[in-house]
T-cell receptor, first 114, second 113 residues
Framework: GDSVTQMEGPVTLSEEAFLTINCTYT??????LFWYVQYPGEGLQLLLK?????DKGSNKGFEATYRKETTSFHLEKGSVQVSDSAVYFC?????????????FGQGTELSVKP | NAGVTQTPKFQVLKTGQSMTLQCAQD?????MSWYRQDPGMGLRLIHY???????DQGEVPNGYNVSRSTTEDFPLRLLSAAPSQTSVYFC????????????FGSGTRLTVV
């Protein structure tokens, strides 16, 4: 079945460091791919998305490119801030599968120190 | 503000009790879902609905019941609470076009003792 694998955390970085969180997926067909962020005590917020191969999603300085050849959707940010500390989830939505359900990775906790 | 509203935010139940987690959205979204979030397991789909009057099971439906009588509301019922249902529950909704992604509520933290 479809699945998403994320790099394990927690990830601890200093402010202004470069961030990469790896995400790879297994799916039949052409899923839509998403990154969600969860701040402490809150629900999930959509951070960015990509719907077809070579699409680049971007938002708030974060970027991720849909790579079909490597089945990856890695999240990057050039310079992280303390306010980026959160849990990040990679997810896919497969066409016609249970109402387009989201299949999530385990989540990667990011902690940014001043 | 438009969005997904969940109530209550916190709840403690005794084993065997029943309760309903409420979810309402005001964005006229057709699709609605319930997920549970457990440490180390990410989020898993409990039940979902693709429109009023239409519901179906997700990955982990046992012990839960849903109904969808209106577009706006999608309550989740725990029939007889068990400690294994201790979790954080999220309701989410989206438009028919899946590429827009789901909008999530702020969650209900449930503890069953």
């Amino acid at each position: 079945g479809d699945s998403v694998t994320q790099m394990e955390g927690p990830v601890t970085l200093s402010e202004e460091a470069f961030l990469t969180i790896n995400c790879t997926y297994t799916a039949t067909g052409y899923p839509s791919l998403f990154w969600y962020v969860q701040y402490p005590g809150e629900g999930l917020q959509l951070l960015l998305k990509a719907t077809k191969a070579d699409d680049k999603g971007s938002n708030k300085g974060f970027e991720a490119t849909y790579r079909k050849e490597t089945t990856s959707f890695h999240l990057e940010k050039g310079s992280v801030q303390v306010s980026d500390s959160a849990v990040y989830f990679c997810a896919l939505s497969a066409l016609g599968d249970q109402g387009g359900k989201l299949i999530f990775g385990q989540g990667t906790e990011l902690s940014v120190k001043p | 503000n438009a969005g997904v509203t969940q109530t209550p935010k916190f709840q403690v139940l005794k084993t065997g009790q029943s309760m309903t987690l409420q979810c309402a959205q005001d964005m006229n979204h057709e699709y609605m879902s319930w997920y549970r979030q457990d440490p180390g397991m990410g989020l898993r789909l409990i039940h979902y609905s693709v429109g009023a009057g239409i519901t179906d099971q997700g990955e982990v439906p046992n012990g839960y019941n849903v109904s969808r009588s209106t577009t706006e509301d999608f309550p989740l019922r725990l029939l007889s609470a068990a400690p294994s249902q201790t979790s954080v529950y999220f309701c989410a909704s989206r438009m028919i076009e899946r590429s827009y992604g789901y909008t999530f509520g702020s969650g209900t933290r449930l503890t069953v003792v």
